[in-house]
């Protein structure tokens, strides 16, 4: 084992490799920080750089630009409401109203030296154990990948406790939406009205930046008082020069954080699952076990600890079925693993014990990553922090002009900027009547991989659907889930009744 | 609006649970689900809760002696900010493919600008330019992302300025 690390510290610290290493997190953090990007684009727009490289310096060069990507999509979530790839979705719930106190550099704080934890134990998971986990991970069928998901739905409960049939009806939504387009087992056609272009369904992407930017450009459109204040910079949060965290406070976050450093990379290894999943569940499970969980959503660091290492506690996580067994976990583990076919490389179980060099280049650069990335992000914060005290007659119009192209870039098509719109104005008569745009959004990611892998799992278990909950693993997680989802409503009885 | 929404959602789920039903494809067969089971399951779930938030907006409503239209205030809302807003953030969406990136970029900057009551509009029209063109050098350029070029005499242009772009 401990060649193996020093193997992969000598292939890093060669001063080329560390080079391409430290440019890749460049890259990473601000392809990761630019709307519309996601972390697969960022792999895939850093593929043709790694073509010329040796392959073990390619997927070196590759892992950083993924890890760094994931970490830069919290910082636009924190300053702008925007999330920057789909993971970083819940980082805006508390990262927004922190930067909005004028806390941003402590949220931005919170969010590196987390997103760094995250994956650095990803990292060492995978090192480590990457062999077990693929086998464990192998073990999750259709019918366990159905509770995985359904678990993730269980979030639902807890995502607004003051308006709990709301946040259901919002998550039926989201849940309802992802089924528009084609079927994902027989390929038939559901509520697209005659439209090819509601084909291929309802894209994620718009529907969050909509949810999010958008309807928060409304808001603020709407709040003539706020707009007036633009003078006072330092009200928006536009204070460049906010404190960091100290060390003391990241401290007390250190159980949040390892909680959704862990999950994240459990969560990560799952093949369909990845890092919007992991750090939408490590969200609501923080919300779970927290001591004060009204806070959350109001501008607290757990909720952006919580969100940012599970994410990239998914990033080590998605490399382990691909290092060990040749499956890519996500589409930028799959861009990946193109990389290494295309230069020559047999990717697959055989790949950790006849090179093992390439498992100890992959955790070595993660390492290197996740360190760096702290101090390149801070950096890249910095300046886009100073967006923050730009007037909001001229930020507000921007954000409306960086969330187009980002819901645009996702597949060169304007109807994505038109769907975009539409979610901004649903996202504001739902914060209007207090339904919930995070319910949606949860729905709307986990609608598809729940129904595909329920409908599997039924057709595995030859039509019955007992068979799939006498699974063990999918009937504690399931039951988990039913308690979870029961527990509100059933929680003012009991004390009604104590009373 | 609650109760308004609410019912909306109702209505909308009863038709769509109809609609998915009426398709034979999406039938059940012994050892498949059909294309129908899922969303009729949740579509059932979001009419049963729907019905639940009407019975208790109802409830509230008659507590705090208000009436279904008594916080609906239509004529204001036509001549509200938020509406216009909306109208822009729409009218942004709907000309982009027409006139393409930089004219309707430009032009949505100055028009949402001066909706939020930008002190100086020179400076404004200044600003604008530049932040397309920054933009427009940003993701058009370095990121390769193929921004809309419009139609026509749009399309010429923007032609011109992918052609004279440093990257």
Redesign the interface.
Same mark, same amino acid.
């Given at each position: 084992m401990f060649d193996l690390l020093v193997t992969g510290f000598s292939i890093v610290f060669a001063p080329a490799t560390f080079l391409f290493i430290v440019g890749g997190t460049i890259i990473g953090v601000i392809f990761g920080a630019m709307p519309g990007v996601s972390a697969s684009m960022a792999v895939a727009l850093a593929l043709p750089f790694a073509y010329a490289m040796k392959p073990i310096v390619a997927i070196a060069f590759l892992v950083s630009v993924y890890c760094a990507s994931i970490t830069g999509g919290g910082i636009t979530a924190i300053l702008f409401k925007i999330p920057g790839t789909p993971s970083s979705a819940p980082t805006t719930f508390d990262g927004y109203p922190m930067a909005q106190r004028g806390e941003a550099g402590k949220a931005l704080g919170y969010s590196l030296v987390a997103s760094a934890f995250g994956g650095l134990v990803a990292a060492f998971a995978m090192a480590l154990i990457s062999p077990q986990l693929a086998a464990v991970a192998l073990k999750f069928g259709p019918s366990e990948l159905f509770a995985v998901s359904f678990l993730g739905l269980s979030v639902l409960s807890c995502l607004d406790s003051d308006n709990i049939v709301k946040t259901l009806i919002s998550g039926c939504i989201g849940l309802f939406l992802a089924c528009i387009g084609m079927d994902p087992m027989l390929g038939i056609a559901r509520f697209t009205f005659g439209s090819s272009t509601l084909l291929s369904g309802i894209e994620m992407i718009p529907v969050m930046i909509g949810l999010f930017a958008v309807t928060e450009v409304l808001k603020q459109t709407n709040k003539q008082k706020k707009i007036d204040i633009e003078k006072d910079s330092t009200a928006k949060g536009g204070d460049t020069s906010a404190k960091l965290p100290s060390i003391k406070e990241l401290w007390e976050t250190k159980w949040t954080m390892i909680r959704a450093s862990v999950l994240g990379t459990v969560v990560g290894i799952l093949p369909g699952a990845g890092a919007t999943i992991a750090s939408f569940l490590a969200y609501a499970i923080e919300k779970k076990v927290s001591k004060h969980p009204e806070l959350l959503g109001t501008g607290i660091p757990d909720g952006i600890v919580a969100s940012e290492a599970a994410n990239n506690g998914a990033t080590g996580g998605a490399m382990v079925p691909l290092l060990s067994l040749g499956i890519p976990g996500g589409n930028a583990a799959a861009i990946m693993m193109t990389a290494l076919v295309i230069q020559g490389v047999q990717v697959g179980p055989l790949l950790i014990k006849q090179q093992p060099e390439y498992l100890a280049s992959v955790f070595a650069s993660m390492f290197v990553t996740n360190i760096v990335m702290v101090i390149v992000s801070m950096g890249i914060a910095r300046v886009f922090a100073k967006i923050l005290s730009v007037p909001y007659s001229i930020l507000g119009p921007v954000i409306v002009i960086l969330a187009t192209i980002g819901a645009y870039a996702t597949n060169n098509n304007t109807g994505d900027v038109v769907l975009m719109v539409v979610a901004g104005i649903i996202g504001y008569l739902f914060s209007k009547l207090k339904y919930n745009s995070a319910a949606l959004v949860l729905g709307l990611v986990l609608g598809q991989m729940c129904e595909s892998n329920f409908r599997r799992a039924y057709t595995l278990m030859n039509g019955s659907i007992i068979g799939i909950f006498s699974k063990p693993i999918t009937f504690v997680i399931v039951s988990a889930c039913v308690i979870m989802l029961v527990y509100p409503f059933v929680k003012p009885l009991i004390s009604k009744k104590k009373a | 609006?609650?109760i308004i929404? %609410?019912a909306f959602?109702i209505i909308a789920g009863i038709g769509?649970f109809s609609?998915?039903g009426a398709?034979p %494809?999406?039938a059940a067969s012994?050892?498949?689900? !059909?294309?129908a089971?899922? #969303?009729q399951i949740?579509?059932t779930?979001?009419i049963v809760? %729907?019905v639940?938030?009407i019975v208790?907006a109802l409830k509230k409503m008659k507590a705090e002696g208000k009436t279904i239209t008594s916080e609906i205030d239509v004529a204001g809302f036509f001549k %509200?900010?938020?509406f216009i !807003?909306?109208i822009a953030?729409?009218v942004?969406?709907?000309v982009? #493919?027409t006139i393409g990136f930089v004219p309707s970029?430009i032009l949505?900057?100055i !028009?949402? !600008?001066v909706?939020?009551?930008? #002190?100086d509009i020179p400076k404004?029209a200044i600003?604008a330019v530049l932040?397309t063109i920054v933009?427009y050098i940003l993701?058009q350029g370095a990121?390769?992302?193929?921004? #809309?070029r419009g139609t026509g005499v749009f399309r010429e242009l923007a032609l011109v300025f992918e052609r004279i772009l440093p990257f």
């Open positions: - | 609006m609650d929404f %609410s959602l769509l609609m998915i398709d %494809s999406a012994e050892t498949e689900l !059909g294309a089971f899922w #969303p949740v579509l779930i979001m809760l %729907s639940v938030n208790t %509200s900010k938020l !807003g909306m953030v729409a942004l969406a709907l982009l #493919p970029c949505f900057l !028009g949402y !600008g909706l939020l009551k930008a #002190p404004l600003a932040i933009i993701f990121l390769d992302i193929m921004l #809309p």
